[in-house]
């Protein structure tokens, strides 16, 4: 599986490592899983000038769940997260009827990827659903990345008796459609869908919190927290654009530096994982600051030790005190002067 814990803004620069997200092979190395590319809010890196609105595209409602996706271990089918077989996608395949069963066999034989998402009472982010559900969003052909036509797949859906997601045509006037649709409630948002392959995430207001992200910017604590949950992405989209840019300027110090101790706490693991655990226990204390070992210990283990100074990160992020006691760590500053902060009504 090839995934993603930091990103850095230079993380997805390309179309190759915007693919490097939730890929799936089998021991030979053959791929048996694509999800979907790494795509961005609107207004992340495109504004509404800069797209070309008249290019056929449909508008997808975006639910809020958990997106899922089969493959085929040793003909056996089993439901994936974006980072492989977890909790929620066990969890997700209990609900999976004959038609989804059955639709996902078919596709997988072809070399598609059907993905879905998996919305429950038990598996709420933000929106609420009354009863569990699994929606086909998209197929995508597993060696190309080719998404099948929004028609082909509404078609699909119908031939297995699946929910596929709801579909609206085009956009006429993008500046009206997104104004109205940040106001809109209960939903999570929209996906401006391209023939082409290009996606487009438009998020409420509502669900953002604009009101709790503009007030929460101005504690360091809530920034880190952001950055260490990963949810800048979605809290920039809606921020005026000179504190978007700070933020994103803080993301990027923290993420480098998160990566950096990564890749130092690797190297020094391979080059002395044959040592007893005693004496690589005692050359750790001599070689790392106390706060590292718990992630140095982690890799020695053979697991990721990102996991384990991200878990650093966001405790820190509990109080601007914690955040204090670990900027010698990440190198990061955060700091409200020169922004246009709005008054806030409490």
């Known amino acids: ?52 609105w008249s290019a056929p595209h449909c508008i997808l409602d975006k639910l809020d769940g958990s997106m899922v996706h089969p493959v085929l271990l040793d003909s056996t089918l089993v439901f994936m997260t974006r980072m492989g077989a977890t909790v929620q996608a066990a969890l997700a395949q209990t609900h999976a009827d004959e038609g989804v069963l059955g639709l996902s066999r078919h596709l997988l034989a072809g070399g598609i990827t059907p993905i879905f998402e998996f919305t429950s009472p038990g598996n709420r982010i933000v929106v609420a659903y009354d009863t569990p559900a699994l929606t086909l969003l998209a197929a995508r052909a597993m060696v190309s990345g080719t998404y099948l036509p929004q028609a082909d797949l509404v078609r699909l859906a119908e031939r297995f008796g699946v929910r596929a997601v709801t579909v609206a045509g085009r956009i006429a006037d993008p500046k009206r459609f997104v104004a109205r649709a940040r106001q809109e409630a209960g939903i999570e948002g929209y996906v401006v869908c391209f023939d082409d392959g290009h996606r487009l995430k438009l998020k409420t207001d509502g669900y953002v919190l604009r009101h709790k992200a503009l007030a929460g910017v101005q504690f360091e604590k809530n920034v880190l927290a952001w950055v260490a949950t990963g949810a800048v992405d979605d809290v920039v989209a809606i921020l005026p654009p000179d504190i978007a840019a700070r933020v994103l300027d803080y993301q990027g110090t923290v993420n480098a530096a998160l990566a950096a101790r990564a890749r130092e706490i690797r190297a020094f693991v391979d080059e002395n994982r044959s040592l007893a655990r005693k004496d690589f226990a005692a050359l750790t204390m001599q070689r790392f600051d106390k706060r590292l070992t718990q992630a140095v210990f982690t890799a020695y283990d053979g ?20 955040v204090d006691a670990v900027r010698d760590l990440f190198g990061m500053r955060w700091s409200v002067e020169g922004l246009g902060l709005p008054e806030l009504e409490a």
């Open 1 to 52: 599986m090839i995934d993603y814990v930091f990103a850095v803004p230079e993380t997805f620069g390309s179309a190759v490592s915007r693919e490097c997200r939730g890929l799936k092979f089998d021991a030979d190395g053959r791929i048996i899983g694509r999800p979907f590319h790494k795509f961005f809010n609107l207004g992340e890196r495109e504004r509404i000038e800069d797209i070309d």
């Open 303 to 322: 697991k990721d030790p990102s996991i384990a100074l991200q878990m650093l990160a966001t405790r820190a992020a509990a109080s601007d005190l914690k």
